[in-house]
Every structure is written in C-alpha cells, then in structure tokens.
C-alpha cells in the first residue's frame, strides 16, 4: 500500500517554497506535490530519496535538500511442529534470529513454557482442535511487519483403542483379542 509523508520546509523572507523530488524516485512511480511537499511513495519502494525545497524571494531561489531512505519491512516466517498431541511439551517454534522486540502469542489452547522475546519459543499443547502461534519483531532498520506471521498448528485428539472378545472363556481353547482403530 502506498505511503505518504509530509516534508516541510521554512524560510524567512520568501515568496514562496516549491518541492522537487529526485528523477530516480520519480522513474519508479513516487510522486510528489510541489506545493506541499507531500511525497507518495509506491508499495514496496525501498531507497533513497532526495527532497529538494526551493524557496523564492529577493537574490534567487535559495534551495535546501533532505534525504529519506525508505527501508523494508520484515516478513517473519515460523518453523515448527504442525500437529501434535494434547498434553505434549517442549514443542520448539522459531523465527529468523538477529531482529529485535519479538512478540510471540500462544493460542488459548497452548501455553507459552520459554523463549518469550526471543527467535525461539518452547509451547505445551493442552486442547484439541486447531491452535496458533504468532510472531512479530523488527528489523536491523527498526521496522516492524506489517502484521504479525500466524503457524497454524493442529493438535490431534488422544486415540481411544477399544478391545472385543468374548467375556466368558474356557480353559485349554484358543482365544485372540483383536484391537480395532477407531475413526
């Protein structure tokens, strides 16, 4: 999505401030007003910019520039087990390392046992049903994401094995007992 800051400029004595904005920044599809100094800049964009302002009055135009480097944004990916079991522990889920500020959530179904505000968690998984972990940080330029990355993560019910045979035997006959897998 497009994003627009604000530059402004001051100067005693003038008649007048126009803004310009460097032609390699305009090439890409950043776009400026000259009256305002309201710079667009396109999604995605990530560079250098040179802002000029230019202020009119007595003895010429008098001109003062100012550079911004848009920087990117992070996109936080999660590693880690994507089904599990109810009651299962020290599930290790990770993101890339040397960001800052990492903010993980746990799901209700899952309890958050180490790591907090680092690359790397450890979770207990309690309830069945599907489940998330999130994460969010900052980049080595202090941007966060956009929006925090969910990991879906199934935790699969315990199995319930039933046994059948006969209740009643007689002694000295063969009898085997076959486990059937419930669906």
Excluded at 51 to 60: D, N
Excluded at 124 to 153: H, R
């Amino acid at each position: 999505m497009p994003v627009t800051v604000i530059y402004t400029a001051t100067s005693t004595n003038n008649t007048g401030i126009t803004y310009i904005l460097d032609a390699a920044s305009l090439a890409v599809g950043n776009s400026i007003v000259a009256s305002t100094g309201a710079v667009t800049y396109i999604a995605g964009w990530v560079g250098v910019s040179l802002i000029t302002a230019s202020a009119t009055g007595c003895y010429g135009p008098s001109i003062a520039s100012h550079l911004a480097t848009t920087n990117p944004r992070p996109g936080p990916t999660i590693t880690g087990p994507v089904s599990v079991c109810p009651g299962s522990t020290g599930n290790v889920y990770t993101t890339e390392t040397g960001m800052s500020g990492y903010t993980w959530t746990v799901s209700v179904g899952g309890i958050l046992t180490g790591g907090g505000g680092t690359n790397a968690i450890t979770v207990t998984w309690n309830t069945v049903g599907a489940q998330t972990v999130s994460v969010n940080y900052s980049n080595a330029f202090s941007c966060p994401a956009l929006a925090p990355t969910v990991y879906n993560i199934t935790i699969n019910p315990l199995p319930v094995p039933t046994i059948t045979g006969p209740t009643a035997i007689c002694m000295d006959l063969p009898v085997m007992f076959i486990p059937h897998k419930q669906a």
